[in-house]
């Protein structure tokens, strides 16, 4: 008996932040899972252990980032820090690993580099009607925080650029 074998390239892209990160798991243009982790206390030490159990999980053929260290990108040390250690351990498992900055996801996703995150997430909710409509935060007002499910979009916005 034949067994078919996916040419897709099963992806995991990963958007880190202060309070965790976001992810989204693809193979083609479907969303196979996407969420949030958060992290306490020592933050890096469990993302990266979160980390580790999603890419045992899913078993990723690409590991993808944002660059934090592209022009423009203005991350805090800790997160410039967790960023190498997720990089060290995709090395380890010989994952590959590719970056996109912010610009050049909005440029991808909006064909505008000044577009908004909230743009690039309605854009993403209106592509993926089942797996994130019900996921989108209304848009920030100057005075808030960023909602934590941003990271989720920001997750699957590269995991839908790297596939360009």
Same mark, same amino acid.
């Given at each position: 008996?034949?067994?078919?074998?996916?040419? %897709?390239? $099963?992806?995991?892209? *990963?958007?880190?932040?202060? $309070?965790?990160?976001?992810?989204?798991? +693809? !193979?083609?243009? &479907?969303?196979? !899972?996407?969420?949030?982790?958060?992290? /306490?206390?020592? /933050?890096?030490?469990?993302?990266?252990? /979160? *980390? !580790? $159990? =999603? +890419?045992? %999980?899913? &078993?990723?053929?690409? =590991?993808?980032?944002?660059?934090?260290?592209?022009?423009?990108?203005?991350?805090?040390?800790r997160i410039k820090a967790l960023h190498r250690q997720i990089i060290g351990l995709a090395a380890k498992q010989k994952r590959k690993v590719t970056l996109f900055s912010g610009e050049s996801l909005r440029k991808e996703l909006l064909g505008d580099v000044k577009g908004t995150k909230h743009e690039m997430a309605k854009m993403l909710a209106q592509k993926y009607p089942v797996e994130l409509a019900a996921k989108l935060p209304p848009k920030r007002r100057l005075w808030e925080n960023e909602d934590r499910r941003m990271d989720i979009f920001e997750a699957v916005a590269l995991a839908v650029v790297s596939q360009r």
């Open positions: 008996m034949d067994k078919k074998h996916s040419k %897709q390239i $099963r992806i995991l892209a *990963i958007a880190p932040t202060v $309070r965790g990160f976001g992810y989204s798991v +693809m !193979e083609g243009s &479907l969303i196979l !899972e996407c969420g949030n982790k958060g992290a /306490k206390g020592k /933050k890096n030490s469990q993302a990266i252990s /979160k *980390i !580790e $159990r =999603l +890419m045992k %999980q899913f &078993l990723p053929g690409v =590991l993808v980032l944002p660059d934090v260290n592209a022009k423009g990108c203005h991350r805090a040390s």
